[in-house]
């Protein structure tokens, strides 16, 4: 069975640090970009970070740019998301999720298809 | 960076009604987009993807239409499982590989 389990989540104090993991399975996690995507309660999901498949190549959005580091063991076939300073705005249910790729005419056209059930980060004093 | 607009924010309807969701670009995506579902407490769930490509598994009354800067998901008949929230998705940023997610639209029973 393809799954995707984070783990990691907790309480942290504004400016504290904290490493989420997301434990690939059933697939040939070294194939696939991945990502992390965080949805702060009550509110839309917002996008958080990629990486390639070798880690070459990572990107994030721009409120955690300098501050988050997301990052892959392909030999353990895991994904983690390094946060620090983080903020009460960091507070959000955390995903990680595979993105897939089909290739037509040329074109590559990725997707988001599988997906954990989330680990929940809750930044308060 | 693109933005997504979704168009209503919240819609809502009854069992076997028509539902459509629009998307709308701040620039032109080709058909870089998925559209997502996603219920309380629950990961999203990947409906359509390349604008108008049906996921495996989900079911033939959803549909996606459209390229450039707007885009539908379309619902022929709704049914009770489909009440959720709906997100768009653009995934036109590669190489800069930044994939912003709309604001979501949430279908609720009328």
């Known amino acids: 069975e393809v799954q995707l389990v984070e783990s990691g989540g907790g309480l942290v104090q504004p400016g504290g640090s904290l490493r989420l993991s997301c434990a690939a399975s059933?697939?040939?996690?070294?194939?696939?970009?991945m990502s992390w995507v965080r949805q702060a309660p009550g509110k839309g999901l917002e996008w958080v970070a990629n990486i390639k498949q070798d880690g070459s190549e990572k990107y994030y959005v721009d409120s955690v740019k300098g501050r988050f580091t997301i990052s892959r063991d392909n030999a353990k076939n895991s994904l983690y998301l390094q946060m620090n300073s983080l903020r009460a705005e960091d507070t959000a249910v955390y995903y990680c999720?595979?993105?897939?790729?089909?290739?037509?005419?040329?074109?590559?056209?990725?997707?988001?298809?599988?997906w954990g059930k989330g680990t929940t980060v809750t930044v308060s004093s | 960076d693109i933005q997504l607009t979704q168009s209503p924010s919240f819609l809502s309807a009854s069992v076997g009604d028509r539902v459509t969701i629009t998307c709308r670009a701040s620039q032109g995506i080709s058909s870089y987009l998925a559209w997502y579902q996603q219920k309380p407490g629950k990961a999203p769930k990947l409906l359509i993807y390349a604008a108008s490509t049906l996921q495996s598994g989900v079911p033939s009354r959803f549909s996606g239409s459209g390229s450039g800067t707007e885009f539908t998901l379309t619902i022929s008949s709704l049914q009770p499982e489909d009440f959720a929230t709906y997100y768009c998705q653009q995934l036109n940023s590669y190489p800069r590989g930044i994939f912003t997610f709309g604001p979501g639209t949430k279908v609720d029973i009328k």
């Open positions: 999720a595979r993105l897939s790729v089909d290739f037509w005419s040329g074109t590559s056209y990725y997707y988001m298809d599988v």
């Open positions: 059933g697939f040939t996690f070294s194939s696939y970009w």
